[in-house]
Each structure stands twice: as structure tokens, then as C-alpha cells.
């Protein structure tokens, strides 16, 4: 099996992306990460890191259909999905397909938008399909979401349930860049106070559909041992045991993680797992699939902190 198609893929978007996000390579290699492992991916961090900005580069160089989609407390359900409007002159109801209907859709500022429109992306994230007016319709099947919400900002928010965040195969923060990457980044936008225009970078497709379909068949067969994923099975149960916890991480999360672990291993140019691969990932994809009790939160645990502990105290296979 050829894996070096996934790192070269890897690094070209490396270089790519890195012309107009600067000290992001983290971010990109695991946003290649739910690429390949056909998951989403939740951005969170301050206003202003570049979180809408990162996207819009990575399904520029993707080569994905694209598709932005603003979330505000107005929004509804058929502005996402799309209605059956009905066609005077056939007489007959055609659908109105919504912005969800692409292979990339970037939900900004996803919990500014009530529960009743967040839960139309369930069906759709899961299935790859919506149900309108009881008829089923297929997504591309390289539909991806990327959403991006601002932590700090509580005022007009909705936070996303628990059946929501748990369609996200990875949570990445996004934090402020260290001194030289933030110097670096006002030599490179300190011109303009908009956006930056992508095709001011010139930002090409660099890959596309049919590649990331074959990329994703190799991931598939990228080896995991049975060792391994005993020890994905052991996190996962872990969460579930640990005496902060209310409430841990399902199934789901177990075999997210080991996609997510293959897609790792591929872009490191390796056709097997190794636990290191798994140890990286388990924050990410955890982390927001886990809920502490009140006395936890009330002794100031936080999510990443138990399930620092647990990778601590779980053994490692050799």
C-alpha cells in the first residue's frame, strides 16, 4: 500500500495554506485528518485566529465545492436544508436545494443559532442525507462541515448538545500565535483591516474528489493492530469510569478515534498505527464528549486535565 501520496498531499498543503495563515501546521495536518477520515471538524478559539479565514484556504486547496453558511438567531432550518416550492407551470413541487447540499459547508459561528436549526445538521453529518417533507436526499459523499464558534463570547449563544458535538470527530482550539508567529502575520496583513483576498495568494485546488475518494480507501487499510485497538476501546471505557465524569464518551467516539488514528498514521507516511498516533488524537476527539460532574467543576478539573490523567494511567501497548 502506497502512503506517501497522503504525507506529499500533506505537505503540499502545508506550503500552500501557510503562504496566508501563518503558525497553523497543527490545525492543517488535522484538518487532513478529518479529510481523509470522512469526519467534521469544530473550531474553537478568540475572535480573531483566523479560524474563518483557515477554512476558506483548506477547501480553496481542496478542490471541494464550497459553501459558507453564517448561523445567526434567525436562521432556520430550510435556509440550511432548502424547501419543495412548488412550479406553476408543471403543477408539481421541485426542491430548492439549501447550502447544504456541497462537499464543503462552513457553519461560522455555529452556537449563535438556535437548537431546532443545529439539529438539522444531524441527519446530515451522520447519513450524508436530509429528510424533506418525507423524501430522502443524498449529500455528496465528500460532504465535510467545518464549524467554527468563539469561546469567550456567551451573550446570544446556544451551546451545541451533546448529540451534536458528538458528530464531530475532532474539537480543535485554536490559540493565539506565539510572538514571532504573530509578528509575522501583521509583515504579512498589516496592509489591509479586511480579509485577505485568497486569490491575492494565488490559492490553486490541489487536490480534488476523486483523489481524497482513493486517499481515503488507503487510509482504510492502514493497519491497527489488535492491541491498538484494545487500547482505543480502554480510553474510550476510561472516560466512562473515571469519577469526575458524569457522563463518558460513547462507542462512536472509539471508532472515530481509530479512523482518525489511521488518517494520522497515512499522513506520516506509515501504513500501520502506532500508539503515539493514538495518544495524540485522544484529546481532540474526547474532550467534547465528555461531561464533568458539579463537585469536579466546582474543584476546577477541566475535560482536558481527566483526560490527561487517563492516558496516564492506561496502559500503553508495546
Known sequence: MDVTRARDLAGRLQEQIGRVVIGQESVIERLLVTLLSSGHVLLEGPPGTAKTLLARCFAA??????????????????????????????????????PIFTDFLLADEINRTPPKTQSALLQAMQERQVTLDGQTHLLSDGFLVVA???PIEHEGTYPLPEAQLDRFLLKLEIPFPDRDAERRIVALHGHSTAMPRLEDFGLAAITGLPEIRELRAQVAAVRLSEELAAYVVDLVRATREHAAVLHGASPRAATMLASAA????????????????VKELFLPAVHHRIVLGASAEVEGQTSAGVLRQILETVAVPR
Open 262 to 277: 489511521r488518517s494520522l498514521a497515512a499522513l506520516r507516511g506509515r501504513p500501520y498505527v502506532v500508539p503515539d498516533d
Open 61 to 98: 486547496s481542496s478542490g471541494l465545492t464550497f459553501k459558507r453558511v453564517q448561523f445567526t438567531p434567525d436562521l432556520l432550518p430550510g435556509d440550511l436544508i432548502g424547501a419543495n416550492l412548488f412550479d406553476f407551470r408543471t403543477s408539481t413541487f421541485t426542491l430548492t436545494q439549501g
Open 148 to 150: 467554527t464558534q468563539n
